[in-house]
């Protein structure tokens, strides 16, 4: 059974580096894509990027400039930085695996717990 | 990017009726979308992928059509689990993007 854990600091200075990592257990993060998703308390969902286990990423434009998606196929673990954050971007940030349109064309399909991230001094 | 609109935003509905949710894209996206419903202080779970498959393990009560712009998710008979928001997801080009959500709740 394919589970997906996120990791990383719960509070982040506003200008700092939010970084989170995900870490795949149960099977091998070849031959998918990875994706991350958001979501500010109360709101919505919103798709923050997603890469495959050997390729480029892709990125939301609404975030791009200050984003980065990277895979350690050694630790079967991606990460996901985003730089000079606000309060804009405390949410709760969920990793997840992202079959897009390949394979069965599954989606967003199996998705970690979430973790809480404040942007606050 | 595509723009994804739900309605209604919020549903009133007793146990047993059968619900309806729809969900319009700016352009269409062919069959790629996918249902999600989401618990209070939890990860949205995916109930539907490709417009109308039933993900393994959801309950048959559940089920999607459409294609093109429009698309729908019907609750044939609301138990006391469903009580909580759904999200639409197209996933037919970057950057995916979500409807704004449907919460049902308890009449």
């Known amino acids: 059974q394919l589970q997906l854990q996120e990791s990383g600091p719960g509070l982040v200075k506003p200008s700092e580096t939010l970084s989170l990592t995900c870490t795949v257990s149960?099977?091998?993060?070849?031959?998918?894509?990875w994706g991350w998703i958001r979501q500010p308390p109360g709101k919505g969902l919103e798709w923050i990027a997603s890469?495959?286990?050997?390729?480029?990423?892709y990125y939301n434009p609404s975030l791009k400039s200050r984003v980065a998606m990277s895979v350690d196929r050694s630790k079967n673990q991606f990460s996901l930085k985003v730089n000079s954050v606000t309060a804009a971007d405390t949410a709760v940030y969920y990793c997840?695996?992202?079959?897009?349109?390949?394979?069965?064309?599954?989606?967003?399909?199996?998705w970690g717990q979430g973790t809480m991230v404040t942007v606050s001094s | 990017d595509i723009q994804m609109t739900q309605s209604p935003s919020t549903l009133s509905a007793s146990v047993g009726d059968r619900v309806t949710i729809t969900c319009r894209a700016s352009?269409?996206?062919?069959?790629?979308l996918a249902w999600f419903q989401q618990r209070a202080g939890t990860a949205p779970k995916v109930l539907i992928y490709?417009?109308?498959n039933l993900e393994s393990g959801v309950p048959s009560r559940f089920s999607g059509s459409g294609s093109g712009k429009e698309f729908t998710l019907t609750i044939s008979s609301l138990q006391p689990d469903d009580f909580a928001t759904y999200y639409c997801?197209?996933?037919?080009?970057?950057?995916?993007?979500f409807g704004q959500g449907t919460n049902v709740d308890i009449k």
């Open positions: 997840a695996r992202d079959q897009g349109t390949t394979g069965r064309g599954g989606g967003l399909d199996i």
């Open positions: 149960g099977g091998a993060i070849n031959s998918y894509y």
């Open positions: 490709k417009a109308s």
């Open positions: 352009q269409s996206i062919g069959g790629w």
């Open positions: 997801q197209q996933y037919n080009s970057y950057p995916w993007t």
């Open positions: 890469i495959y286990y050997d390729g480029s990423p």
